[in-house]
């Protein structure tokens, strides 16, 4: 699929713009969008980065970076002339500091147009420091400043230096001295090897037949039920089987990578003292929650378990790393990161960043802190981000309005590939940030909680993104008035339990009211965690998941497919409508709704929330929140609508709903379409299985129909629906289909997408 690619990098960013601007406004502003759109194209290409006219390249308002430039010359020839006297700058900050100048000089207006491009040549760039724009280098509204990349050119950005200086260690393994180099002094957590991450020695070893389920050692002593509490218990302590001990010469330097008690997330923490008699590691610092038998870990950074091809580590004491490469060293480059941050721009407006290939930090890629109308596009991202930090992201965008992440391929991240945070919560003043047509896979190598996009603050958009391949959520969101829409997130959840394709938590009783999730196409959610004792998937994993009294959210035309507990799930969630949406092939039941007997767990965070802000002006249009009153004397779940949807599922034992402590008189179904192929529609009410009939005579589904939708083709995974479909008596309106997911686009960096393998293609293990 295909659609028309705009114009240039500068309308299509104007236009995102107007979108973001106009997101949640009537249908008049998405047909004043839509002609705005039809005067930005141009004609289609196969390849978005062909669609390119060369008259860009000149014009004053031109400059040029290679990789055989100079920083002497002008800047204003895109290869150096042939008695080699000018030509192209040799580095990006060179470029900056060169147009911080011109354009500071009195009569600058007059002499330089008002759009300024700084065209990168292909090669690779090695940082030693992070690129920072500040306020002085930001454009004007409609002129930003561009760094791009020269027409069907790759540069790179390393925030790096390669090693070349091995020798003999050991057998297989090879030794460099880095003592000498700009590595010394800096205790690096990655090392790439022909552009792929290796690991740090570790015990037990990775195993790349058994990516996820294999690999761990499990810590000692019986097993204890994980919601049971334990007196005494602390989070520093781990306790080592006997089989799994060695004779480690530096066991404080060892680093223990777990998933503690609830399997939500990991932790890396370095061992403090280790007790080998008892087995017994005490660690450096507190794990998320305490640390119980059978939890799953391993250990990292030993020198005596380097003894497979691809492991590393690096002797701080003498500044020598070790390793074991799994090619030929001479055939491929090897390099570690030497910084943190490659670009950061703070309190800058109008800058576009556009085209590069990003890789190789220890922390964010990409930072935008307090900026307004930047864009970064095009790009590709990976390898980056080497710390278990939920801080990093391949892009993170710290306040500001406006800033869109468009088009981007970002994979192999260490947490988060986008963060978007910003906006006023006292007034709901939206920052209008977006994250757009973005091709996101393989997320949180190192923080198991590392998403695809994150939402926080108020009036952020995630929007036609693919996303799989996460250790847990596609989407995570806080804060309000958020748009998720025409999102394609699959096969995610991979590595945690109790788990959703997207997820909201509200535990301060004023999140995430007045966000939408809407057009999207969820479908694989597969969870990974302990039953009975063993380790098994899938597992403890939802659709869409409304956790922790998250309230006031519409859920509408979406597609949810595949999900063992159940496809969409309201964990004491309050004041939510979900409409016209189809739900496919739960395992356990379709909808699961879960009631708490009172808000004591969390009452201060709630009553704090809700005095903070339900009195304020902004916040009367939340009208759940005015009519539930504060936390202390509300109903748990209340106020829930479940109108005119689409339930179609095969699995004999299956219920379309599941509902626990629920105050019935508070909740609304009907209007909806139940289809159990092959089988009878049962209510599970508190655990008690009930006849559809039955919950009919409780008041609910009066008007609802027990009949087949009629799908396309379901067996494709085709939810279109048929013209004669009975879903059209009930009002049900078609979902466009059609417009999920990236599309084509000038500010793309790859199309068609080449979907990268992953367990769908290889199956989970």
């Not at 074991?324 to 490659?342: F, K, M, N, Q, S």
């Not at 036609?464 to 847990?472: A, E, F, G, K, V």
């Not at 004999?652 to 909806?672: G, I």
Request: charged share 20%; hydrophobic share 35%; aromatic share 12%.
């Amino acid at each position: 699929r295909e659609r028309p690619i705009a114009a240039s990098a500068v309308q299509r960013f104007l236009f995102h713009r107007e979108v973001s601007i106009m997101s949640k406004s009537t249908s008049l502003m998405v047909i004043i969008a839509c002609g705005l759109l039809a005067g930005l194209i141009c004609v289609a290409s196969e390849n978005p980065q062909k669609a390119f006219n060369s008259s860009q390249l000149s014009g004053p308002g031109n400059f040029f970076v290679a990789p055989n430039g100079n920083d002497k010359w002008s800047g204003r020839l895109p290869v150096p002339n042939q008695d080699q006297s000018d030509g192209p700058w040799a580095t990006l900050e060179h470029a900056r500091d060169v147009l911080r100048k011109l354009r500071a000089e009195p009569d600058s207006r007059e002499r330089l147009p008002k759009t300024i491009t700084v065209w990168v040549r292909g090669g690779v760039y090695w940082l030693s420091r992070p690129l920072i724009f500040e306020a002085e280098d930001s454009g004007k509204s409609g002129s930003p400043v561009t760094y791009r990349a020269y027409p069907g050119e790759k540069p790179i950005l390393r925030g790096g230096r390669p090693i070349s200086n091995w020798t003999v260690h050991q057998g297989q393994i090879l030794k460099a001295d880095l003592s000498r180099t700009p590595f010394h002094g800096i205790y690096f957590r990655q090392l790439f090897f022909d552009g792929k991450r290796q690991h740090l020695a570790r015990y037990p070893n990775f195993d790349p037949t058994k990516p996820y389920t294999g690999g761990w050692a499990y810590v000692d002593g019986k097993p204890v039920p994980m919601y049971s509490e334990i007196p005494g218990e602390n989070r520093r302590t781990l306790r080592i089987k006997r089989e799994d001990l060695r004779n480690w010469s530096r066991p404080e330097e060892a680093e223990v990578c777990v998933f503690p008690r609830y399997n939500w997330w990991n932790n890396i923490l370095r061992i403090a003292s280790l007790d080998r008699q008892n087995g017994i590691a005490t660690l450096a610092a507190n794990a998320s929650y305490p640390i119980r038998p059978n939890d799953r870990y391993y250990l990292r950074n030993l020198f005596e378990e380097l003894d497979a091809p691809g492991e590393w580590y690096l002797d701080k004491n003498t500044w020598t790393v070790y390793f074991w490469p799994p090619g030929d060293i001479r055939a491929a480059e090897v390099y570690a990161p030497i910084i943190e941050t490659l670009i950061e721009i703070r309190d800058a407006s109008d800058i576009i960043i556009q085209g590069f290939t990003l890789e190789c930090c220890e922390g964010t890629a990409v930072l935008l802190r307090n900026t307004r109308d930047c864009l970064i596009a095009a790009n590709t991202i990976f390898n980056v981000g080497g710390r278990c930090q939920p801080a990093d992201a391949a892009v993170r965008v710290e306040d500001g309005s406006g800033n869109g992440v468009v088009g981007n391929d970002i994979y192999e991240v260490g947490s988060h590939a986008i963060v978007l945070t910003g906006g006023d919560r006292t007034t709901l003043r939206a920052a209008g940030n977006y994250a757009d047509n973005n091709y996101i896979h393989h997320t949180g190598v190192f923080y198991k909680q590392g998403v695809g996009v994150v939402l926080q603050g108020v009036g952020n958009r995630a929007s036609h993104n693919l996303i799989h391949d996460c250790p847990r959520f596609g989407i995570q969101y806080s804060g309000n008035d958020h748009v998720i829409e025409f999102n394609h997130i699959r096969h995610v959840n991979l590595e945690t339990a109790d788990t959703g394709v997207i997820y909201s938590g509200g535990r301060d009783w004023v999140s995430p009211r007045g966000t939408v999730v809407r057009y999207n196409y969820f479908h694989d959610s597969i969870g990974f965690g302990q039953q009975n004792g063993q380790w098994t998937s899938p597992h403890y994993a939802w659709g869409i998941y409304l956790d922790d009294n998250s309230a006031e959210v519409h859920v509408y035309g979406n597609i949810v497919v595949r999900a063992i507990r159940g496809l969409i799930h309201f964990h004491c969630a309050r004041d939510n409508l979900v409409e016209n949406n189809i739900f496919v092939d739960g395992t356990m039941q379709q909808l699961e709704m879960n009631g708490w007997p009172d808000h004591s767990r969390h009452i201060e965070t709630m009553t704090l929330g809700y005095e903070q802000y339900a009195k304020l002006p902004a916040w009367q249009k939340y009208v759940g929140l005015q009519k539930g009153g504060h936390p202390k004397d509300a109903i748990p779940i209340a106020n829930n609508r479940f109108v005119r949807n689409i339930i179609y599922y095969h699995e004999p034992n299956a219920f379309a709903y599941k509902l626990r402590r629920l105050r019935l008189e508070h909740f609304e179904c009907d209007n909806n379409i139940l289809w159990h192929q092959g089988g009878s529609v049962l209510i599970s009410l508190d655990d008690k299985p009930r006849t559809f009939q039955e919950w009919q005579q409780l008041g609910f589904d009066l008007h609802s129909l027990v009949a087949d939708p009629k799908f396309v083709d379901p067996a494709k995974d085709d939810y279109r629906l048929q013209p004669d479909s009975p879903a059209f008596q009930l009002s049900f309106q078609p979902i466009p289909v059609e417009k999920i997911g990236p599309y084509a686009d000038s500010l793309r960096a790859s199309w068609p997408i080449q979907e990268a393998p992953g367990v769908r293609e290889m199956s989970y293990k």
